[in-house]
């Protein structure tokens, strides 16, 4: 919705890419408002796990079904919401590397142990080239001495994991998604549009420090609210 797309109005979705129902070409949408590719999702996700539990590689079925499209694109990003279930380790099982936002308090510090645990399992038993690519700190308010702390401990336990980006609070981000926008075209001079767009730069530098040129296909999954795959060709 955030993308400027009716998720009631799909003909096609993630639920019929997992269930083999249609392909990655056929599910994506190449013209959208927000200016990438996207394959949507709705409420029909919701009946996928119980399809995937009686279908053979059932936690490869999104790996799979991208295969086909990979190579035409820099960078993939998988949004999942935050708790482990067959749609999410679907992500983790294709993907090169899990991005994990986080708001600076004491819940999530504590959350965030619990799926570094799930991460290593992952790597362990069905993808052994997944890794932690970054931790980025959300709604972040440095006047807070609760942030500043959490903050403290992210960096102290993770290290360079850590980016040094960070996305603050802001209203335009909060407004950009009620319009169908990402907060770069919504606002583009926003401090949280702002903050996204250095994230890109940041990301894109690191994974050219790792090894990665813009020519290698790296999937990329944040553990979020929602379950859209949004396929990105360029980041400028």
Same mark, same amino acid.
């Given at each position: 919705?955030?993308?400027?797309?009716?998720?009631?109005?799909?003909?096609?979705? #993630?639920?019929? /890419? %997992? *269930?083999?129902? =249609?392909? &990655?070409?056929? @599910?994506?949408?190449?013209?959208?408002?927000?200016?990438?590719?996207?394959?949507?999702?709705?409420?029909?996700?919701?009946?996928?796990?119980?399809?995937?539990?009686?279908?053979?590689?059932?936690?490869?079925?999104?790996?799979?079904?991208?295969?086909?499209?990979?190579?035409?694109?820099?960078?993939?990003?998988?949004?999942?919401?935050? #708790?482990?279930? /067959? %749609? *999410?380790?679907? =992500?983790? &099982?294709?993907? @090169?590397?899990?991005?994990?936002?986080?708001?600076?308090?004491?819940?999530?510090?504590?959350?965030?142990?619990?799926?570094?645990?799930?991460?290593?399992?992952?790597?362990?038993?069905?993808?052994?080239?997944?890794?932690?690519?970054?931790?980025?700190?959300?709604?972040?308010?440095?006047?807070?001495?609760?942030?500043?702390?959490?903050? #403290?401990?992210?960096?102290?336990?993770?290290?360079?994991?850590?980016?040094?980006?960070?996305?603050?609070?802001?209203?335009?981000?909060?407004?950009?998604?009620?319009?169908?926008?990402?907060?770069?075209?919504?606002?583009?001079?926003?401090?949280?549009?702002?903050?996204?767009?250095?994230?890109?730069?940041?990301?894109?530098?690191?994974?050219?420090?790792?090894?990665?040129?813009?020519?290698?296909?790296?999937?990329?999954?944040?553990?979020?609210?929602?379950?859209?795959?949004?396929?990105?060709?360029?980041?400028?």
């Amino acid at each position: 919705m955030g993308s400027g797309i009716d998720k009631h109005g799909l003909e096609l979705s #993630s639920y019929d /890419l %997992l *269930t083999g129902q =249609a392909s &990655a070409s056929e @599910s994506r949408l190449t013209e959208t408002p927000a200016g990438y590719h996207l394959i949507g999702a709705n409420g029909d996700l919701t009946a996928a796990e119980v399809e995937l539990l009686s279908l053979a590689r059932r936690e490869f079925r999104l790996k799979m079904a991208l295969d086909e499209v990979a190579d035409e694109y820099d960078f993939i990003l998988l949004d999942n919401p935050p #708790s482990l279930n /067959l %749609l *999410t380790v679907n =992500a983790l &099982a294709c993907s @090169s590397g899990v991005i994990i936002p986080m708001q600076c308090e004491y819940y999530a510090l504590e959350g965030i142990s619990a799926l570094v645990g799930t991460i290593n399992k992952i790597n362990q038993r069905l993808n052994p080239e997944l890794r932690i690519e970054g931790i980025l700190r959300t709604m972040f308010d440095p006047r807070m001495s609760l942030t500043r702390d959490v903050s #403290s401990h992210l960096v102290d336990y993770f290290g360079d994991k850590v980016y040094r980006t960070v996305i603050p609070r802001n209203v335009r981000l909060a407004e950009a998604p009620s319009h169908g926008l990402p907060a770069l075209l919504y606002d583009k001079s926003s401090r949280g549009a702002l903050a996204y767009l250095a994230l890109a730069g940041e990301l894109i530098r690191k994974s050219a420090e790792s090894g990665n040129s813009t020519g290698d296909k790296e999937v990329q999954q944040p553990a979020m609210a929602g379950a859209d795959a949004e396929v990105a060709k360029e980041m400028n």
